[in-house]
């Protein structure tokens, strides 16, 4: 994918995947999903066994293995159908934040010659300024909707100097 063309893609997928966001801040949103659905359902072990053609400790162990992170999807797919459900995943920034917060993230990182991290230190520009209500907002960046203080053309990045400024001020 061409770098212009991937801007609009990643809004595209941030907007899409905002239900996932809202789910990704929560430290283990779906463990025990699948006996939670049985159970709430009102579906029997013995129904969904059938259903699948397994013994009803194959079941128990499928429900095990979600619960351990150890599941597959294929698995999983398969127990969703025995339950008359589907599975719909999603893979997103974490803490809520969106596709475009990382592009950000990873511009100012470069530009600055930060290290990389999975969790992200906290001290890229503007990045504790996320507050809730932004990440609930449309496209955000570490400096908020209007992106950060630089100027770009074909052939490099000028950065503003924002020393003792308040980034997204």
Known sequence: ????????????LDEEMKPFRTAGREANP????LRAVRHTV????????????????????????????AITVRSLARLADAMGCK????????????????????????VLGAGNSDEGSGWCPGSSMQNSASRNAGPSTPFGPKGPPVARDNRSIYVADFRGTTPGA
């Open 30 to 33: 779906t463990e025990g999903l």
């Open 87 to 110: 599975v719909v995943y999603g893979v997103v920034p974490k803490k809520g934040r969106t596709l475009e917060y990382l592009v950000e993230e990873r511009l100012w990182r470069k």
């Open 1 to 12: 994918m061409r770098k212009r063309d991937r801007r609009p893609e990643r809004l595209r």
């Open 42 to 69: 009102g579906i029997p072990l013995t129904e969904i066994a059938a259903r699948m053609g397994v013994a009803i400790s194959t079941v128990t162990d499928l429900e095990r293995r979600e619960l351990e992170g």
